[in-house]
């Protein structure tokens, strides 16, 4: 590995650290936020939350510095790592330990969404298209994510609802990558460009509404619970827009296109999996498997 081969995967390294130790902050504010509260008006007066807002904003200096220095193909499979450092770390701040089970499930699902990544490789499409051609996929992915977010409205249990939550998240995740490219590209035209166009409203909707609902399922249930589906959601949504809108395809055939699909089922199942194992971290309905075992609460927020 060239020397800035090696920068480029130090970098994602870190940053998948500091993306871990986000969430794991701030999955811990939202989850000592009782159910009757405002979530966001709790939440903005934790410190501890904010500390998380800025190890993301780091992690995404980092990412984009990785991916200066080297291939998606190295950076990619590497920040999905986050989950493989956020759910010790996590443990590490319940007091508790993670078993053999939960351990080959995080293993499984990393490794199978680096295959996706790295074997599908995508070729590069359009950076946008016609408001037209995005109407029916994007209408889909917005349909499955008000399905998801609907079902958790009902009475279930919270590693369901957080799945559910982070499956949403996640999604509006990944539709607000597919818009990003444009919208930075359209910065060299001027603010007028950038204020003027659909896409930049678009990406800031789905990204605030994605942070939102990744909140609500940090609140729902413990972080294995829901962290998995954030991470899956993302990069399917945006290689499904990419596909069916900008004209992007993946590069397999044969043995490539079986083990990318079954890539995709292992994604799914374990995510599933993790769920379940998580459920006996959430005690009840209206707490989170990684709050503090004696029913205390975050300092920051109850007052």
């Not at 659909?198 to 294995?224: D, E, K, N, P």
Request: charge should be neutral; aromatic fraction near 6%; charged fraction near 10%.
């Amino acid at each position: 590995m060239t020397g800035t081969a090696a920068a480029s995967a130090a970098c994602a390294l870190a940053a998948a650290v500091l993306f871990a130790a986000a969430s794991v902050a701030q999955q811990r504010s939202a989850a000592a936020v009782p159910g009757g509260r405002s979530l966001l008006g709790a939440l903005i007066r934790s410190p501890r939350w904010w500390a998380g807002i800025v190890g993301d904003g780091g992690g995404y200096l980092l990412q984009v510095a990785a991916l200066a220095l080297g291939a998606i193909l190295i950076v990619q499979p590497l920040l999905v790592t986050s989950l493989l450092f956020a759910l010790p770390m996590s443990a590490v701040v319940a007091g508790r330990r993670i078993d053999r089970t939960t351990w080959i499930l995080a293993g499984a699902l990393c490794v199978s969404l680096a295959v996706f990544l790295v074997v599908g490789n995508p070729t590069e499409g359009q950076i946008d298209a016609a408001a037209r051609h995005w109407a029916l996929p994007l209408a889909t992915v917005l349909a499955v994510v008000a399905t998801a977010a609907t079902a958790a409205l009902f009475p279930l249990g919270p590693h369901t609802r957080a799945l559910l939550l982070g499956t949403a998240g996640g999604l509006l995740f990944g539709v607000a990558v597919v818009f990003t490219k444009h919208v930075t590209d359209l910065f060299e035209h001027g603010p007028g460009a950038v204020l003027g166009s659909w896409q930049t409203w678009a990406l800031i909707a789905a990204g605030l509404t994605g942070g939102y609902l990744q909140q609500l399922a940090f609140q729902a249930g413990a972080l294995g619970a829901s962290l998995p589906a954030l991470t899956i959601g993302e990069p399917l949504a945006a290689v499904f827009l990419g596909m069916t809108v900008l004209g992007e395809r993946l590069r397999v055939d044969g043995a490539a296109l079986a083990a990318v699909a079954a890539a995709v089922v292992v994604m799914l199942a374990t995510t599933i999996a993790l769920s379940r194992d998580q459920a006996h971290l959430t005690p009840d309905a209206t707490g989170s498997g990684d709050a503090d075992p004696h029913g205390a609460t975050d300092p920051d927020i109850a007052q």
